[in-house]
């Protein structure tokens, strides 16, 4: 790995976070050159962005459809990072200020009991069931930064912490158990307006093929997951952007909905 261009990515990306400037891309003269470079980058931005040492919440999956992928040079998924501190309960009220241009995806989340213990071969979506204490519906609160998405590149997308703002978690499940999660039907409501719906397959087809790959790709970095981490596995509904005033609900069946006011 490069550390310079490491190095100079984590700061382009945390200056203009500090300094409120629109999205761009880390500039080619020392953007990242691949995968493993790209997340030493994310991972050093985000020790920049603490104020001590980085607090690690839980993870997200990022770029899920086969549209973001093409559009960014990719043939699979992204991995951020949710941060400490920016977990909140529903129903949420957050302020518009917190942010530069703040978008909600509806999301199935788990939030972990155990460890992961290292198994021999990967993980699949039998394995991570252990792993979960409850499953919630949610919303992952995009920070795009009014970025152009058509000059999008996956490496700096990786860097900038897949856009990640934080989560808004809804009741917590235990008994998920008991539910076909691949079957239930999400609506999202803006304002008392139905604006989206989805089904929980429509990302990744099952939800706990989400938190498998996130097991998976922490394993390639070295890291796993632990108990108390939340874990989001993708939207089921197209982005919404929100602004100051704005109501946002995300219902799920039989687990309940998710609430988010912006003031």
């Not at 104020?51 to 086969?66: C, E, L, N």
């Not at 021999?120 to 069931?129: A, C, N």
């Not at 397959?201 to 989400?210: F, I, K, Q, S, T």
Request: aromatic content about 6%; glycine content about 10%.
């Amino acid at each position: 790995m490069n550390t310079n261009r490491i190095e100079r990515t984590a700061r382009h990306f945390h200056t203009a976070h500090r300094d409120g400037k629109q999205y761009e891309g880390a500039p080619v003269e020392y953007r990242p050159k691949n995968l493993e470079e790209a997340y030493a980058a994310q991972d050093r931005f985000l020790e920049l962005s603490s104020t001590g040492s980085p607090s690690v919440a839980g993870y997200k999956i990022a770029v899920t459809s086969q549209v973001i992928q093409q559009l960014v040079g990719l043939a699979h998924p992204c991995l951020g990072t949710i941060r400490g501190a920016s977990v909140h309960a529903s129903p949420a009220r957050l302020a518009e200020s917190g942010f530069h241009h703040v978008a909600v995806e509806c999301e199935i989340a788990f939030t972990l009991k155990n460890d992961l213990v290292p198994i021999r071969g990967e993980q699949d979506r039998e394995s991570v069931r252990a792993l979960i204490e409850s499953c919630h519906s949610a919303f992952e609160l995009i920070e795009d930064r009014y970025a152009d998405y058509s000059t999008m590149d996956a490496l700096s997308l990786i860097a900038d912490n897949c856009w990640c703002g934080g989560v808004v978690l809804g009741p917590a499940m235990t008994d998920w158990q008991t539910l076909a999660l691949d079957q239930l039907t999400g609506t999202l409501e803006i304002n008392g307006k139905k604006v989206g719906e989805g089904v929980t397959r429509d990302a990744l087809g099952h939800p706990l093929e989400g938190l498998a790959w996130v097991a998976n790709t922490l394993a390639e970095q070295g890291k796993s997951l632990k108990g108390g981490m939340v874990v989001i596995t993708g939207s089921i509904i197209a982005t919404e952007f929100l602004s100051s005033g704005d109501a946002a609900v995300f219902s799920v069946d039989d687990l309940g909905h998710t609430a988010l006011n912006l003031y």
